[in-house]
């Protein structure tokens, strides 16, 4: 018989995202994050390329961020609200840490498989952040995709984008509660 875990089944069966917009002071300091960082790099990635590195984001690149995501917007004809919901995940938060994708050529490892490991990642880190007792979101938005926003607020490489940003702080109030796939409608068994 497998050795069970029922604390860490439990966690994931009952664990949920935190709203990135309800994530305040304190973040976790440096030692803190480190954890967290470990338990998400410790994700599989396809033939041990780590296809993936990390961005901490601190106040003032957060800030700084903010304001190159109003450039890009309006350089791109973004309409006001979408330019303002992604402002306002780099404006108001304290702490984000950035995934990113950076594939690795390999005959092995199709670039697919490490786009998959990197959204590992994400996930890895997000519910890293959740156990440690802070709130935690995985956010993404056009300005992942954005090659300009990419290479200038961010410094990325060519061949990389970003998997998604993950927003750690303290929660202010409690993540609300959301409706569940059903299974039954999702799963289908195969024994033959």
Not at 48 to 56: D, G
Not at 69 to 90: D, I, T
Not at 95 to 121: D, R
Not at 132 to 160: I, K, M, T, Y
Request: aromatic share 6%; glycine share 6%.
């Amino acid at each position: 018989m497998p050795e069970k875990n029922p604390a860490a089944l439990d966690f994931l069966l009952t664990r949920r995202s935190h709203p990135a917009k309800t994530l305040t002071t304190p973040v976790p300091s440096r030692d803190e994050l480190m954890p967290i960082l470990t338990a998400a790099a410790r994700t599989p990635d396809h033939g041990k390329l780590e296809p993936w590195r990390f961005l901490v984001l601190e106040r003032g690149a957060l800030e700084r961020l903010a304001h190159e995501v109003e450039l890009r917007g309006a350089a791109r004809g973004e309409a006001p609200e979408r330019v303002q919901k992604v402002y306002r995940q780099f404006a108001d938060a304290h702490l984000v840490v950035a995934v990113v994708l950076s594939p690795k050529v390999s005959e092995k490892v199709p670039e697919i498989e490490q786009v998959y490991s990197a959204g590992a990642v994400c996930l890895a880190m997000l519910n890293a952040a959740l156990a440690s007792g802070w709130g935690a979101n995985w956010l993404s938005g056009w300005a992942c995709h954005d090659r300009e926003f990419l290479d200038v607020a961010l410094g990325l490489a060519p061949q990389e984008t970003v998997a998604g940003f993950i927003h750690i702080g303290t929660e202010t109030s409690p993540p609300p509660e959301r409706p569940r796939p059903d299974l039954d409608a999702i799963t289908t068994w195969v024994s033959a």
